[in-house]
């Protein structure tokens, strides 16, 4: 079992920003820089990518994301992403309890580092299925505090049901060639869509 998470950045993220990052998310992550950026072609985002075993997520989070996402569901009763974003003033007055603090931290060292690089910054967070490198992965775009942690909760609070998900993949023979791609549903639920390194057969499950 791999001990940390591991970020990665693009090339275009410059080296001490990178390490910037890694430093403000260790009092919530056990986190390592992998000390090298990724080549991207020059059309291509700018993108930060952490993955990692699913315990790595879950032991600092799960607690803080099950009750985050309870509150919210009590505050709006469709918890879809339209809705979510049309209550931001209610979801901000739920994480200024102390309860939330370790995602409001999470949220604001992507924030400081999109403020001191100011592009178009994709997040891309997973678990290490086939391997480190490539991973079954959820990335998304976003603009705020609420954003990164409404979507950073939903990839927790599934994390766990994935894994399991994708490991009997593997084991039935379906282990991904190269990325597995997960999407977030309006009920909180993920599709991933990979293809297999056998056939390279296109399978898609949801993870509920």
């Known amino acids: 079992m791999k001990t940390a998470l591991i970020l990665e950045t693009s ?26 950026a990724i080549t991207k072609s020059p059309d291509s985002p700018t993108f930060i990518q952490i993955i990692g075993e699913v ?12 009750s985050f996402l309870y509150h919210v569901s009590k505050q709006i ?22 309860t939330f603090s370790p995602m409001r931290q999470i949220a604001q060292a992507f924030l400081k580092l999109k403020k001191n690089f100011p ?12 391997d480190e490198y490539f991973g079954t992965v959820f990335t998304f775009k976003a603009n705020d505090e609420v954003e ?25 023979g379906n282990k991904p060639l190269g990325r597995a791609f997960l999407t977030l549903q ?20 949801q993870i509920k």
């Open 148 to 172: 990164i942690i409404w979507y950073l909760a939903n990839f927790i609070n599934k994390v766990e049901e994935i894994d399991k998900a994708m490991q009997l993949e593997v084991k039935k």
């Open 77 to 98: 009763a469709k918890r879809v992403a339209d809705d979510i974003w049309d209550h931001k003033a209610e979801i901000l007055k739920i994480l200024k309890e102390a």
């Open 11 to 36: 090339q275009d993220i410059p080296e001490e920003i990178r390490k910037k990052l890694t430093s403000d998310l260790t009092p919530i992550f056990h986190i390592k820089d992998r000390e090298s």
């Open 119 to 130: 592009k178009k910054i994709e997040i891309t967070v997973g678990l290490p299925i086939p």
């Open 186 to 205: 309006p009920n909180g639920s993920f599709i991933v869509r990979w293809k297999d390194q056998k056939e390279m057969k296109k399978h898609e499950l």
């Open 55 to 66: 315990a790595q997520w879950i032991t600092p989070l799960k607690a803080t994301v099950i």
